[in-house]
């Protein structure tokens, strides 16, 4: 087959990213598509981004796919088993966030530590007191981080300079790092009860599913701060609101949620979007249009997720914690790189 023959569809992709591809790959058939929905029935190759979900249905109106190069570190939203059972090649990027990621985890930390969401609003209200939005030092506050993988150890280097007290937990845990960092490993359950301030670096699977819920969430400190650049599903929002409202939770910094979707259209939006699919797929002679359980539970988790961005304790950005220059271009050339290397049969 020639290359020209090969075709390679990447979808949701910036202006500069599209020449790099369109440069990189010019003696293949490439194209670019807004939406996962918009990617030919026979394309061999695809490029996607964390909020493009590939399962089954995907992967049966796509007979000619082999590959799907991630352009993410995480891989949750693929079912590898539909994939592996289609023998469909999957790649993804490693290695270039634990330094961007980690200082955007601190650009969160210090926005809560220092209250500036609820000060700038109060301000803007006109009704800002010294007195009433006092915040806290970082220094010499125990810092508890889930997962002491490449992003983690960043976020403890950093956490070094600010001169607070670092635990860490995760499930392999290198002692070798603690000497080098001056850490402590310790249990989850040590880490929640004594950590002023708990970040998550850690996957997302089903041991880690809702690892922040009301039963840990309860067992915290008393207003500990949270912060979540990993991936949304690792919190309960029901569980975070209420902890926000009592108390229980100080503030929480969050670059995920559990419904993603709400960082570009909001739960109305998205509510009438689900909506509408349900009524063309129900045809005109349907009188009622009952969405699925599935759905509905979708559905309530974009009203959660929507409820958790307005409160004034909660500082938020849309899944933006990745995004530094540096970063998109080792992501754009480690991608170009995964998908020349399967052509070559040298993945």
Same mark, same amino acid.
């Given at each position: 087959? =020639?290359?020209?023959?090969? &075709?390679? %569809?990447?979808?949701?992709?910036?202006?500069?990213?599209? @020449?790099?591809?369109?440069?990189?790959?010019? &003696?293949?058939?490439?194209?670019?598509?807004?939406?996962?929905?918009?990617?030919?029935?026979?394309?061999?190759?695809?490029?996607?981004?964390?909020?493009?979900?590939?399962?089954?249905?995907?992967?049966?109106?796509?007979? /000619?796919? +082999?590959?799907?190069?991630?352009?993410?570190?995480?891989?949750?939203?693929?079912?590898?088993?539909? %994939?592996?059972?289609?023998?469909?090649?999957? $790649?993804?990027?490693?290695?270039?966030? @634990?330094?961007?990621?980690?200082?955007?985890?601190?650009?969160?930390? #210090?926005?809560? =530590?220092?209250?500036?969401?609820?000060?700038?609003?109060?301000?803007?209200?006109?009704?800002?007191?010294?007195?009433?939005?006092?915040?806290?030092?970082?220094?010499?506050? *125990?810092?508890?981080?889930?997962?002491?993988?490449?992003?983690?150890? !960043?976020?403890?280097?950093?956490?070094?300079?600010?001169?607070?007290?670092?635990?860490?937990?995760?499930?392999?845990?290198?002692? #070798?790092?603690?000497?080098?960092?001056?850490?402590?490993? $310790? =249990?989850?359950? !040590?880490?929640?009860?004594?950590?002023?301030?708990?970040? #998550?670096?850690?996957?997302?699977?089903?041991? *880690?599913?809702?690892?922040?819920?009301?039963? $840990?969430?309860?067992? %915290?400190?008393?207003?500990?701060?949270?912060?979540?650049?990993?991936?949304?599903?690792?919190?309960?929002? @029901?569980?975070?609101?209420?902890?926000?409202?009592?108390?229980?939770?100080?503030?929480?910094?969050?670059?995920?949620?559990?419904?993603?979707?709400?960082? !570009?259209?909001?739960?109305?939006?998205?509510?009438?979007?689900?909506?509408?699919? +349900?009524?063309?797929?129900?045809?005109?002679?349907?009188? +009622?249009?009952?969405?699925?359980?599935?759905?509905?539970?979708?559905?309530?988790?974009?009203? /959660?997720?929507? /409820?958790?961005?307005?409160?004034?304790?909660?500082?938020?950005?849309? !899944?933006?914690?990745?995004?530094?220059?540096?970063?998109? @271009?080792?992501?754009?050339?480690? $991608? =170009?790189?995964?998908?020349?290397?399967?052509?070559?049969?040298?993945?």
């Amino acid at each position: 087959m =020639s290359m020209e023959s090969r &075709k390679i %569809c990447f979808v949701a992709t910036e202006p500069e990213e599209e @020449e790099f591809f369109s440069e990189k790959f010019e &003696k293949f058939d490439v194209s670019f598509q807004p939406a996962l929905r918009d990617v030919p029935e026979d394309v061999e190759v695809i490029s996607i981004f964390i909020n493009d979900r590939i399962d089954e249905r995907f992967l049966d109106g796509h007979p /000619a796919l +082999r590959m799907i190069a991630t352009r993410s570190m995480g891989f949750d939203h693929l079912d590898l088993e539909a %994939c592996a059972k289609r023998r469909v090649a999957i $790649t993804h990027v490693s290695g270039y966030g @634990e330094n961007t990621v980690a200082e955007h985890t601190f650009a969160l930390m #210090l926005a809560l =530590s220092r209250r500036l969401r609820e000060s700038t609003e109060a301000a803007l209200a006109g009704k800002f007191t010294h007195e009433k939005f006092r915040g806290m030092d970082l220094r010499g506050s *125990t810092l508890g981080v889930v997962g002491a993988g490449r992003v983690g150890l !960043h976020v403890i280097r950093i956490a070094a300079a600010f001169g607070m007290k670092v635990i860490a937990y995760d499930s392999h845990p290198n002692p #070798l790092h603690t000497e080098l960092l001056d850490f402590k490993y $310790t =249990s989850f359950e !040590h880490l929640i009860r004594e950590s002023h301030v708990i970040t #998550l670096h850690i996957p997302l699977n089903q041991e *880690t599913h809702h690892i922040l819920n009301r039963e $840990t969430l309860s067992r %915290c400190r008393a207003g500990v701060l949270i912060v979540n650049t990993a991936r949304g599903r690792l919190i309960d929002s @029901e569980a975070l609101i209420e902890a926000l409202d009592s108390g229980q939770v100080g503030g929480a910094g969050l670059d995920v949620i559990e419904e993603e979707g709400v960082f !570009h259209g909001g739960a109305t939006a998205l509510l009438g979007a689900q909506i509408a699919d +349900r009524v063309r797929g129900a045809g005109m002679d349907n009188d +009622r249009i009952a969405l699925p359980a599935g759905r509905m539970k979708e559905i309530s988790r974009y009203i /959660a997720s929507n /409820a958790l961005l307005r409160r004034p304790q909660v500082v938020f950005t849309p !899944h933006n914690a990745y995004n530094s220059t540096e970063s998109r @271009e080792f992501i754009s050339k480690t $991608t =170009s790189e995964n998908i020349l290397n399967h052509f070559a049969q040298n993945p």
